[in-house]
């Protein structure tokens, strides 16, 4: 079995995986057209936030060196609470501009 350490970052790198895999192909328009897409991307969202929540409890010092990490935190939260009023641009502009830095520094810790 897998550290907890390593365990959090490797479902992190899983969704984000999972969420490239979901969107490749798309843009915005065929996303937001896209009900099945969305859940799963926002599912995985869910994951990354509550993986890095797991990792500022447990392992600060882990945490710390995760970039966006906190808002990464911020976002599962509004997913998750504010389901009704999700912005489909929002979330698409996270994919394409927050993601790719974070997969690198989890590669990197990894």
Partial sequence: MLPERSKLLLDIRQALDDIGDFTRGLDLEAYS???????????????????????????????????????MISFR???????????????????????PALGRQVDDLL
């Fill in 33 to 71: 057209r896209d009900g099945k897409c969305r859940a799963a991307v926002e599912r995985k969202f869910e994951v990354i936030g509550e993986a890095c929540t797991r990792l500022r409890d447990r392992f600060p010092e882990v945490f710390e060196k995760v970039p966006d990490a906190r808002q």
């Fill in 77 to 99: 939260n509004r997913l998750i609470h504010g389901y009704d009023s999700v912005d489909d641009a929002i979330v698409w502009d996270v994919i394409m501009r927050k993601l």
